[in-house]
């Protein structure tokens, strides 16, 4: 810090992304010991004892410099459980920071803060903020990266392969680091496994081959966790044959999902809304085009994402938007759209709370662009009652009426 500059920085990135092996990695490169604070698990304190915790952390890595200290969930800081901030904890964090550059260190201690939040800066406090040089995110590994990353792993642990790795990380597009490391893990398990029963006897890890199965099986497992993980409904397999009648609807809709995602370009991100009597099977058909087109389900009850909170209903439903986007290609499914689209204008709420909600979901679906990779489907008694805006070309351009059968 001879220049002036306090060398504190904020890594930005999703659980799992790799967050903690990049710093860990940077200390053992340079030599630095490492000093790890989790604020999270601060929440429950008093704001006096959360500066003597941190005053300690920073006096403990003076002590043992050249030393990096992380503090994990820096979006925490200062935040009870409950979301409310104590303004007093983050204006001493950054006079703590002040003090710990203040004299010139004969060994350097480097602050790295950590977030899983997408939300920045808004998570974090204008004083906060300050205090950071640098804003480093971690992006989506490449295709490259993640071809690396596996020849890498299996390297380390002398394991060979004989599929094709540029496939496997080609079905991996989504995975974050810690996920690859579980893959090439499981895949390993389960090859070590197979030779075990097969020779019934101990073998020679050192000649272990994996083969493509191996990573199929260990990518299978994978996106059914992912699945329990996000909240995504195990929804039963329904069939298109499970559904009688109805062939010109499925056409449409099957027409109105397919084509977006094989010509993502030239085809637009419009969304379909089912409308028509209660018990028609509207429900049933979102499930059934979820399973007959392999994307993953997520479910909303409008009345569920509303909250008596101020801006909690509009988070509620850009969370919904952000799990789609983590578990794409994913079919959104609005049930009862009427009861958290109204026509703006109308709800009769003083606060603005639905107007604001639709704005929210208006912008949401705006910024799904045609990627081909999120459809939203929506489910209505009552399409009259929902926002005309909510209506038009981009957004629930498509509307399906799911009536009665016919005694045919």
Known sequence: NWMGLKPVYLVQGPPGSGKHQLITALCRKLGFNLLVVNLRDLQTFAPPQIEVKIRLAFG???????????????????????????????SNFSQQIADLYEKKLQFPVIVIATTESNDIPADISADM??????????????????????????????VESSCDLSKIAQMCDKFRLGDMEALSQQAIQRQYIKEIKEKAQKIDKN????????????????????????GTPRIPKVYWE????????KRQIMERIELPSLHKSQMGSGGILLYGPPGTGKTLLAKAIATECELNFLTVKGPELLNMYV????????????KARKASPCIIFFDELDAMAPSRGQSGDSGGVMDRVVSTLLAEMGGLGTTGQIFVIG?????????????????FDKLLYVGMYADK
């Open 207 to 230: 000649v272990l081959k994996l083969e493509e199965d191996n990573f199929l099986e260990a990518h299978k497992s994978l996106k059914i966790m992912f699945t329990m993980e996000l």
């Open 60 to 90: 403990s890595a003076k002590a043992c410099c050249p030393c990096v200290v992380k503090l994990s969930n820096i979006d925490k800081l200062g935040k009870d459980t409950q979301g409310n901030i104590d303004e007093r904890v983050t």
């Open 311 to 322: 801006g909690q209903s509009e988070k509620n439903v850009r969370d919904v938007f952000e």
């Open 379 to 395: 489910a209505t008694n009552r399409p009259d009652l929902i926002d005309a805006a909510i209506l038009r070309p981009g957004r």
């Open 129 to 158: 903020h300050r205090n950071f040089i640098d804003i480093i995110k971690i992006d989506r590994m490449a295709q490259t990266e993640r071809i690396e990353f596996i020849e890498w792993f299996l390297r380390a642990r002398n």
């Open 242 to 249: 499970d559904i009688g009648g109805m062939a010109d609807l």
